[in-house]
């Protein structure tokens, strides 16, 4: 028998009836009925965050993390418009994100209400602006419409980015009737392989294949190991592949020098879950535009390619392996590690080198590492590799500074698992303060912070390509570390200046049950593994930072 329901239970209802367990967003008044929609539901939870930014990379990374969608909540005005630069991110990296954003009360709608966003009397169109980040978006003014536009939206979302409801206040207050729960069909797109199957059957010789983060997303790890052996085939991993193969060296503007000669000594490259941005591309262009390509994914790549559409690569990448066990195994590739070589730097703190080294050899087996923009994060991914049970997130669809700290928390919440995070201080000044977040639910959650009191990459930037000198990307000195014990008690928060204080800091916020920092004094000075900084004249420099 049919009953009746507040719109935003009924919302939270469903949510939690498809396995979500999280909420993450900031309230306000005109989101204020879900969330007290969500603190009356025994199986679902409210997660307070301290900016909307924030909320979204949580719900981002809560989704990376393994959830099928994240989901982000945020009122109206300038906390909608707060979500924009972190559904962007979740949108350029195809994450399943909902975000469910509060609206005036339809009454209002172009008559001057407060945060009026209806897109009436000139008021700013929220539908619009939504819709240019997003893979679905509706404004819902018709309190019976929620059960289809919901479900729509999920379904939207699990193809692959972010599906918004734009939800005015009385909608939300509106009782509706209900009478069961709608079905959300899963519409994953998985056709035969068969293509790429018959093409690499037809090319013998030796396979290298460019792994992308789609694999890890899928939870397709052991399955594109089985392809891997298979084929006998080389790995290389995309920047933000870095777990899907540990043992892989990386491509792109922070990945290996001499991973185009690999590509060169194979007959075919197949692309496995990415479509091979610049961020991957630059550095192998001249070996992979002589070697056939062939592309598994759910996006086609920037490159030309031979490609099967996949929304599911556990299942794609097993029926290629069952189609390929015939074919002659390729003798093995020689795969090298050399790094790049920066300018060799004197000046004070510890160098990059360094610390990856350190925390190469301190973190556990099984930790998630979550890397934000900057040189600290050139570093990570150059020479940190992932852990080998765990996963190894960076977001390089918009490179959003900042992202890490939500994000982290969103996989904290997922994996309940100890997640560490690598940001610099120019990243920490923008979205730090989430660390209260994880104070305040005590979460397994470790931060280093690389303190060179500057945007060091631009820093970096003034000197290679305009001479800078008196940059105007240095920051005032801070002592994180000790501002952060002192802002929140009890909370383990260290400065650090040299590898052995880094090491006996780390292994103490390794061994602390809930969150805990360590800020690491390094060098704004210090030129990153980039490729774009290191070449050989300042002609080719600019030429490679403009693509990059």
């Known amino acids: 028998m049919a009953s009746r329901s507040r719109a935003v239970d009924y919302i939270v209802d469903q949510l939690a009836s498809r396995g979500i367990g999280f909420v993450f967003g900031v309230d306000g008044a005109n989101i204020e009925d879900l969330f007290d929609a969500l603190r009356s539901h025994p199986d679902i939870t409210g997660v307070l965050a301290k900016h909307e ?28 418009l707060n979500l924009i630069a972190g559904l962007g991110e979740s949108y350029s990296s195809r994450i399943p994100v909902l975000a469910l954003i509060g609206q005036s009360p339809t009454a209002l709608d172009g008559q001057g209400g407060f945060q009026d966003t209806s897109g009436r009397g000139g008021s700013l169109d929220a539908l619009r602006l939504f819709s240019a980040v997003s893979v679905y978006c509706r404004r819902v003014e018709n309190p019976a419409d929620i059960g289809t536009l919901l479900a729509e939206a999920l379904v939207a979302a699990r193809q692959g980015g972010p599906a918004v409801l734009l939800l005015p206040k009385d909608v939300q207050q509106s009782e509706i ?6 079905s959300v069909p899963s519409h994953r797109r998985t056709p035969d392989p068969r293509p790429v ?67 060169g000594d194979c007959e075919v490259c197949l692309l496995v879950g990415t479509r091979l941005p ?35 690569l556990r299942r794609s990448l097993a029926q290629l392996t069952d ?9 093995p590739v020689a795969m090298s ?17 360094d610390a990856m080294t350190v925390l190469d050899e301190e973190l556990p087996g099984d930790a998630d590492v979550v890397v934000d923009a900057g040189n600290s994060g050139a570093a990570a991914i150059h020479l940190l590799p992932a852990r080998r049970d765990g996963r190894f997130v960076v977001a390089l669809g918009m490179g959003g500074m900042g992202f890490s700290f939500g994000a982290a928390i969103g996989m904290c919440f ?8 690598l940001a610099g201080d120019g990243s920490f000044f923008m979205h730090g303060m989430e660390i209260h977040t994880a104070v305040q639910y005590g979460l397994p959650l470790t931060v280093v912070l690389f303190n060179n009191n500057a945007h060091a990459m631009c820093v970096t930037r003034e000197r290679l390509f305009y001479g800078g000198l008196d940059s105007r990307n240095r920051f005032t000195t801070s002592r994180l570390g000790a501002g952060l014990a002192a802002m ?39 030129i990153p593994p980039f490729a774009a900084f290191l070449t050989t004249t300042t002609k080719e420099a600019h030429r490679v930072a403009a693509r990059t």
Do not use: K, W
């Open 53 to 80: 930014f924030a909320a979204a990379t949580m719900a981002d990374g809560y989704s990376r993390a393994g959830a099928e969608v994240g989901v982000v909540a945020a009122t109206s005005g300038g906390g909608a």
């Open 177 to 182: 009737r209900v009478s069961r729960t709608v």
């Open 197 to 263: 199957a018959d093409l690499l059957g037809r090319t013998p010789g030796r396979v290298v294949i460019i792994a992308g983060a789609q694999v890890a997303r899928d939870d397709a790890r052991a399955e594109f190991e089985a392809l891997r052996d298979v084929l006998g085939a080389a790995v290389i991993a995309a920047p933000d592949a870095r777990d899907v193969s540990p043992d892989a060296p990386v491509a792109g503007v922070m990945g290996h020098p001499d991973v185009g000669d690999a590509i």
């Open 278 to 312: 610049v961020t991957t591309r630059v550095g192998i262009e001249h070996a992979r535009t002589s070697t056939p390509t062939l592309s598994i994914g759910a996006e086609t790549p920037f490159v030309p390619a031979v490609h099967v559409h996949s929304d599911d």
């Open 323 to 331: 189609q390929l066990r015939d074919r002659p195994r390729s003798e």
């Open 337 to 353: 590690h050399n790094a790049l070589q920066p300018p060799t730097h004197d000046g004070p703190g510890v160098r990059y080198g």
């Open 414 to 421: 997922a994996r309940g698992r100890r997640t560490v995070v």
């Open 488 to 526: 929140f008690p009890g909370l383990p928060s260290s400065d650090v200046a040299d590898v052995e204080s880094m090491r006996t800091a780390l292994r103490a916020a390794l061994a602390h049950d809930g969150p805990a920092v360590i800020s690491v004094d390094c060098s704004a000075d210090e």
